[in-house]
Structure formats: C-alpha cells, structure tokens
C-alpha cells in the first residue's frame, strides 16, 4: 500500500478532462499538493494508505473555479452605488470613494474577505486587478487561496502610483517579492484601452514576451467606449490593441461585450480568451457579450465575477449559471453554453487563459489539488439525473461543503479554516466596520 | 403589557409598503397568526409580553416571498432535460415522462419537495398550475406553506382528466375540498392559448366573474406561439384572449417575453398583470420578457420560478436578481428594476395579482404573518450600505434564516420543521428514490 497525504472517496467526480465526462464511486488520491492518482474507490482503497480519508458520499467534486476577472479589494465597496446609472455610479461612489480609501490596507483587508467569499464559493483561484497588487497576492495566499495578480498600468495617477512607468515599476517589484511561492503567478493588467497610451501598451507588449505574462486587460466594455475610440483613434479599440501587437494567446479579454463578427474572428484566430463577466455587464447596463457565438467560433471564453462593487457576489458558479441562461436566451439555442462548457470554461479554460494548465484546471495525475466538493444530498438538489447539469443549474453556493488548494483542506463544512482547523471568519471581519464608516462617513450616508 | 404571540426583533425590516423603505432596529408583533403592530424596538419591548421573543440582530425581515407561478411537482423531474432544444426537451422527455409517471401520489411526493425548497429559499406562498391540485394544496398545507392552487383546463386527456369540463369539474371539487382553510386559495389555470378552445376560455371568464377568481395562464412565452396562433386564428394569441373577455385584471400572464408596444399598453390599460420567470424563459431559449418597459408602463410585473424541468431551482430570490439584472442589461438603463421594484414584485405585487393583497405581501398591521429574515452577517453580505439592495443583488436563499406562515415559525435556522420543532426533510426526501429509479427506467439512463 503507497503512502500518501489524502484520499477523497466521492460520489461523483467531474474531471473536466475529458469533457462531460462524469465518473461514479471514484477516489482522488493526493501526496505532496498534487493529485497522484485518479481511479475506482474500490481499486483505491486497495492501493492507498492515506493519512486522511475524506468520505464524500453524496458529492460531486470538482476543480478549483478559477475567477479569471476581479477586483477582490473592491468587496469594502460591496453595494454602495446600486441601481445607479453608469456616470453616477462611477462619478459620485467609486472613483471618489476609491481616491479617499484605497490604501495598502484596504486592499489587504478587502481582498482578504473577497478571497473568504471566493473560497466559500467553490473558487480556488483568482486573476485580480486592483492597486497593490503586493497586498492582493499576501492576502491571497494568507487566506490559502492561489493568486493570479495583475501588474496594474494606468496613465493617472493614484496614491498607489504616479505615471504608468511607476504603475509597471512597483507591479515588477511586486512580482519579485513573491518568486518564491509557486501558488502565486502574474499578469501584466493594463486597465482598459481608454486609460493607457499606445507607448505604454507597446511597453507592455515587450514586457509580457520578455517575462511570459499573460495580458489581463478591459475590452469594449460599453459602447461607449467603441465610439470614444473611433473619434479619437479612428479605430475600434481592438483593431487598435492588435495594431500594437496585444491581440494574441496572451490577451484576456475581459468583458468583449460589443464585438462584431470581425472582431470575434480575430480573437478565435488569434487564441485570444474572453473573461465573460454576465452580473456585472447586466448589472451597469452595458449589454450581453456573445458568447454562443464566441464559443462556436473556438474563442476561449472563461467567466468572471467582477468587483464586488458591480455585481454584488464574488460568486463563480452563479455566473457560470447566468452565463449558460443568457448564452440560450440570446442566441434562441436552449442547446448552447451546455453544462460541460460551462464547467470547462469556470476551470480549465481559465488555466489555460492564464498560463496554468500545466498545474490547475482538471482532476488529473501530476496536476495540483485544486479540488471543490458539492454536497448534493439536500432538498434543493434532489432528485439528481445528471450531476453535472445540477451543478450548474441547480447548485448555489451554499453546496459548497470541502475545498483543498494544492491538497491543503482550506475550507471544512462551509468555513474557511486556518492550519488548526479552526474559522478565520471573525479575523477577517473584524476590520470591516471601520472600512464601512469611514465609506458611510464620505458619502454621508446614515448608519 | 399585551399578551403576544410572538415578538420579532429585528436589526432592518423593508415592510414593502411604503415601497423601499428600511425600518432599522423595529419589531414586529404577532398575535393569532397576524400582525399586530410594527414599531421601535424599545417601545415594542414596553409595550408587549409575548410567549416567544425571536432575537434577529443582523437580519432583514422582509414579507414572505410569493412565487407567481410554478408547478411545484415536477421537482420531481428537475434537471432531467437539460441543455436540449425546446421541442427535444418536450417530446423526447417532459411529455412521454409525464404520461409515464404522473398520479396523485406523484403530484404529493414532489410538491412536498417543492414546498421544503420554496420555504426554505423564503417563499411562504405559490401559485401552482398542474394536474391533481387537490393534491397540491394537500402537499403545501402539510408542510406549512400558504397556496393558491389552479383549477387547471387543457384540451387534451391524461391520467387526471378526460377533457376540459372534466378538468374544471375537478378542479372546482378541489376548490370544495379546502373551503375551510384560510391558507388555500384557488385561481383557474387554462393552461395556454394553443391548448384550450375558444368555447372551454369562454366558460372560464364565466366561472372566474361568478367565483371571484384570478386567470392564471402561460401567454406569449415562445416567438411560435404567436406565429400560430396568426395562422390559426389570424390574431395573436393576446388579442384572442381579449376578444373572449380574458384580458383584465384577473389576468396573470405568465411569461409574456412576445409583447409588442400595443400588447403592452392592452395589459397595463386592463390592469392585467405579468408573472416574469427569467430563468426559464433564457434556459429555454424563449427570449427576454420587457420587464423595464412592462414596469415604465405600470404593468404589475411579478415573478415566477416555473417548475423544476426547466428552472431548475425554485428560488426566487434567484429569479428577483435575474430579473433586475436582466431589466438593466436589455434595456440599457442601469437605473431600471430598482431593488425595491424587485422586492414588490416578489412580495406586494404578486399579493395584488392573486387577489391577497389585504392579506399578505407586506408588513403591516392587520396582515397575516408571513415573514422571512435573511441573515446578514456572513462573509458574503459584508460590508452591508444598504440592506435592501443586498437582499437583491448580494444575498442568496442561503441567507434565509427563519421563516413564518401565518405566525407559524416554520423555517428555524433554515429547517423547515414540523410543530415539535423537528426538521421534515428526511420525510419529505424518503419517496425520492422511488420516483427517481421510476424515471431513470423510462429514460433507460444509468444510475
């Protein structure tokens, strides 16, 4: 019998690779953080003497979602411009709480409860892009949670940082801080075409062949920004981003809400990826990206939480559900954005998007465990056909019971735990009320 | 000090009425299954003795949800079509499944599922449309839930009933049945313009007029429909309905996504209103009801969940932020479907359209009790701005903490239990198995 760390004895196990497929009475068997063998229970329990033996006897389990668009830090802003036109809700709440808030310390205390919020919800990794991107990866991974962080450029200036150049210079330096934790990895996060020069984005170009990175950046959000780049460049911004050498396997594309059959062409031939964002696209009105389309046309199309600030849930699988609905309602095929797709899209797709596919992204040998277990026992999963199809359509969050991020059980019945078992929730939150205040204070909002 | 039943203390209540107010820090006192006043916390703790005192120092109380339309018993079939076009998930599963599989037993076994998941996702009230609905009210009644029940009349025969007389005939026997309890009502459900003859839609605005009853009937859900109907009849289905005297305020039309201006501005003149069920109108392919023009217009918009085949949840809470979000996305108005709206529409305005409003849908003296407290406290709800809009866009049924019917304390610590206090859902789950391999057998799938 191998010694090994840990063995999950599941239900159901959906590996993503190969797609769809869903095995039954299965063991995952974990050593080292990695996943070292994937086979029958019976054959299991046989071969392996684990340390710990997890019975998962009416659960489906899953890798780790990967979020491949957030601003975790923004969770302090949870809710505070609702239901407000898109100029208001950026003029009068979150350009200027953002300029009287944001500090190292908001980021860390804000990305800390986001990374809470994700964990709980079944995601084991996120792609962020915020200010101190420093503070967003430590706080990541002190909750246990795999970091992709973006190296943030903008022309103006924040506290964070003066001039693009210095945006790029302390997000490098930021990279350097974490070379030593292999749970943490990098983009390069140009924040959107309206924000940053073409000098800059040809910097980034460089930059991103020279070290490897992917390229995490905000693409024809709104139509506004479509037209604004069509007076100013005479271009639409992704002919412009492609004239500069952005449009290729690195790029995400996040959002891509107004994309012409051109345009989705471009990004299939390019392997580009789409980081579909459907709360926060429906939620500030800018409309429904096209994502039967881009799935039918090859795109690599991954899914997206957004900030907290624009959706309000840092919740995967809410968006993987709404992204299946709307993928049908839209294009009138109740066959598109199937179960399987969407599953591949919230896991492996993203890997790949991200330059993890190598590690993370499905249940397989040699690759990390990343691993989300689904307790389908309860009223609101029951009957179960087909587990798969329930995990999209008819799982919320609240199934999530067991998460394991490269083989540490970081989230036991539902709580996020620390080495001794015991919930960090308290010390997570216990810096909240005064975020809270100091955001009711500015805008002069009652308590 | 008045003797009490019970005295909720709350930390927020959004009564409803006035529309999007937020009381902080009021209660609420329950005497004989109604409410009997809503103030300041303090003066409620001078002023009455109750049997039982329910603290709730991070919740929001709202009034219990109340699901415009749904067929409760096909819980019993969630998840066993999906991601097929419309008419393969028809013919090829949800008909030749019925004919199978449906009987009285069928309709209790799973609206009994269906009712533990609406409480415990905080919908205290549904409108119901399937076969046996003396059935229906039985399973809803058993379990502590308040019904409105549809006297359904199709054509066509099955196992329930020969034609459309027999169906109304029975219906009306199950009217009979539960004249004698408070918490059933009953509305008359043909079930659609392409199923029921001009002569049967006749007999029924008679029968509504006579017995004072709501028209509960799917109405425009598919772009076909119309066509049809054109074909048919030479008029759109909405029109025909008019002509035969259908279209007033007893109207709940349920989908309604193929309206047209003039349709539009017919059901707001007759005062008709439309039960929207976004999940199942995308996870179909149906389309995307025009929730923002329907409201703009002041049409009473109210929200359903469908039946678990094509949901595949019965939360509606879940179809309440689909539908704000939707509203917003399609129209391109971030302001519209405001969460108030959104909570109406859930609560009040479902009340109004099912001819309850004097009796349940909002917080106020005189009303039955029907009351639901989320849980705001967690992770996933922090920071809180403003309660109500996390209600709508934050919240999942998760945060459904406790919930009352008629001031009976139904859900405790989301349990939906029986008078002693203990949970019901293994009871509940216990005919499962059985209706499950039933099903399988048919559809020749593996377990």
Same sequence: chains 1, 2.
Avoid at 295 to 300: F, I, L, P, R, T
Avoid at 413 to 433: C, E, H, N, T, Y
Wanted: a negative charge; charged letters at 20%.
């Amino acid at each position: 019998m191998k010694k090994i760390d840990t063995l999950l004895e599941c239900r159901w196990i959906a590996p993503v690779q190969p797609r769809a497929a869903v095995l039954a009475d299965h063991a995952i068997a974990i050593d080292g953080g990695r996943i070292v063998a994937l086979l029958p229970l019976e054959q299991a329990r046989l071969e392996f003497a684990p340390q710990a033996r997890v019975t998962l006897p009416h659960h489906l389990v899953t890798p780790g979602f990967v979020n491949a668009h957030t601003h975790a830090a923004m969770t302090l802003l949870r809710g505070v411009g609702d239901d407000l036109p898109l100029g208001r809700w950026l003029n009068e709440r979150i350009w200027p709480l953002e300029a009287a808030l944001v500090s190292d310390q908001f980021v860390y205390d804000g990305t800390r409860l986001a990374a809470l919020e994700m964990l709980r919800a079944g995601t084991t990794c996120c792609s962020d892009m915020y200010f101190y991107p420093e503070e967003s990866a430590r706080a990541l991974r002190d909750v246990g949670m795999r970091a992709v962080v973006g190296i943030i450029a903008i022309e103006f200036p924040t506290a964070y940082a003066t001039d693009a150049e210095d945006y790029l210079r302390k997000g490098l330096g930021a990279r350097d801080m974490f070379r030593d934790d292999a749970l943490v990895t990098f983009t390069l996060a140009p924040h959107a075409p309206y924000t940053v020069a073409d000098s800059t984005l040809a910097r980034i170009v460089t930059l991103a062949e020279e070290l490897d990175l992917p390229l995490h950046m905000h693409v024809h959000e709104t139509a506004h920004e479509v037209t604004e780049s069509l007076t100013q460049h005479g271009v639409r911004p992704l002919a412009r981003l492609d004239r500069l050498g952005l449009v290729s396997e690195r790029l995400i594309a996040v959002h891509a809400v107004h994309l012409d059959d051109t345009e989705i062409a471009l990004l299939a031939q390019r392997g580009a990826s789409v980081a579909h964002c459907p709360s926060s696209n429906l939620k500030l009105a800018s409309g429904v990206a096209r994502v039967a389309d881009l799935m039918s046309q090859g795109v690599n199309v991954v899914l997206g939480t957004d900030g907290a600030a624009s959706n309000n849930r840092l919740d995967l699988l809410a968006e993987g559900r709404l992204a299946a609905l709307l993928a049908k309602g839209v294009s009138g095929d109740a066959a598109a954005a199937p179960a399987a797709a969407i599953l591949e899209a919230a896991t492996l797709g993203a890997a790949r998007a991200l330059g993890l596919a190598q590690r993370i992204g499905s249940i397989e040998a040699g690759k990390d465990a990343d691993l989300v277990a689904f307790d389908l026992s309860e009223i609101e999963t029951q009957p179960c056909f087909d587990p798969l199809s329930h995990l999209i359509y008819a799982c919320g969050r609240e199934q999530v019971s067991e998460v394991w991020v490269a083989g540490v059980h970081v989230v036991r019945k539902r709580q996020v735990v620390d080495a001794s078992g015991a919930s960090i929730s308290a010390a997570v939150m216990a810096p909240l009320p005064a975020w809270q205040n100091r955001a009711r204070q500015f805008l002069n909002v009652p308590a």
